[in-house]
């Protein structure tokens, strides 16, 4: 069983900072990429930002230079790094991660629960 769990949202100030967290759980897998999308009511669901296996990134234009993800024990625990916070940030945010299971020789997407951001004063 594979499951994501995100940690980290909460209220923050305009230009405030905060970092998401995402683990995952389940054994022998093979992670090919993890990322982060946002979604706000009302509008499309936006990617935000993805880390490959050999550590390539991706960053949405509305992010780059504020935002910076990474990840821990081989992409077993990812993070995004939010900086200069702005209210158009505020959005739900949900982990997703690209993942092969030996085991069934299955490889597909999984996703978190969702963490809120809330970028206010």
């Known amino acids: 069983q594979v499951q994501l769990v995100e940690s980290g949202g909460g209220l923050v100030q305009p230009g405030g900072s905060l970092r998401l967290s995402c683990t995952v759980s389940g054994s022998s897998l093979r992670i090919n990429r993890m990322g982060w999308y946002r979604q706000t009511p009302g509008k499309e669901r936006e990617l935000v930002a993805v880390?490959?296996?050999?550590?390539?990134?991706y960053f949405a234009d509305s992010v780059k230079g504020r935002f910076g993800i990474s990840d821990d024990n081989a992409m077993k625990t990812v993070y995004l790094q939010m900086n200069a916070l702005r209210p158009e940030d505020t959005a739900l945010y949900y982990c997703?991660?690209?993942?092969?299971?030996?085991?069934?020789?299955?490889?597909?997407?999984?996703w978190g629960q969702g963490t809120q951001v809330t970028v206010s004063s």
């Open positions: 997703y991660g690209d993942i092969f299971r030996p085991v069934d020789i299955t490889s597909r997407i999984y």
């Open positions: 880390i490959s296996g050999v550590g390539t990134t």
